[in-house]
């Protein structure tokens, strides 16, 4: 029964959502964003960067055009992802967005753009190798996160952060034993600091990031899938792994196992 009253909620909120011509009359998109997560979005000295930043810019400029509309970013965290969307506060959700069943009774998802394991994130003087090592310790993830739901499944304990900055301070003043992310995210931080290691990689299924639009909302979930397929043709997500990604990884992200254009070359 409840479960029934939260599904006819959503679809009654799914009824205030802006349409594809009406964001289009409005000349503004709302898209929610993080503001800590390197390399995919961030704040720069005011200025939001990244690849899910351009991302969304270049969605933003094939439904207005370069010279007019405007796109408007929304921070939010993990679990603001599903009420922005069914309260109508953004548009688009592009925020390391991974497309689960359970999340998908709720918001609609775009075709996927990226490819993503579990990593596990350590403080190297643990000596934390493998799942076993994290027996009865405490596990950093994002509220609702695939890590978090991976291990709470798995019955280890978790605590929650905001961010993947907050997670990696958290971590370095022993808060906690470890920080579970997408691998894309916690292998930043071995980087910067040889005083973490990412000894799991590739935990979990291989998970997709996509992104999240009202339920119920098709004209713009197609107009999405139609930007992404077109975005594929033209290299788009080539030019920004190697601009974005790879500078940032120093050459340790491999992009065969994260882009997923052999998968839109279908589209032709």
Known sequence: MKKLIVLIFCSFVSLFANSLDEIKQKGVLRVGVYEGQPPFSKIDNGVFVG?????????????????????EFVTIVPQDRIPVLQENKVDLVIANYTNTKERAKYVDFSMPYF?????VL??????????????GKTILCGKSSTADIFFKN???????CDTASQCYSKLKSKEADAYAADNIVVMTFPILDNSVEVSMKNLGE??????????GNKDLLSFVNQSLIQLSKDNF???????????????????????????????G
Do not use: R
């Open 206 to 215: 291989a998970e997709f990031l996509a992104i999240g639009v009202q339920k």
């Open 122 to 135: 350590t403080n190297s003087d643990d000596n934390i190798k493998n799942m076993q090592d994290l027996k």
């Open 115 to 119: 490819s993503v394991n579990i990593g």
């Open 154 to 160: 798995k019955g280890y304990n978790v605590a929650y």
């Open 237 to 267: 997500f080539q030019k920004e792994f190697i601009d974005s990604i790879d500078p940032f990884y120093k050459g340790t992200a491999d992009k065969k196992y994260f882009l997923l254009d052999d998968i839109y070359s279908i589209f």
């Open 51 to 71: 690849f899910e930043i351009e991302l969304a810019k270049s969605i933003a400029n094939m439904l207005f055009g370069k010279n007019s509309g405007k796109l």
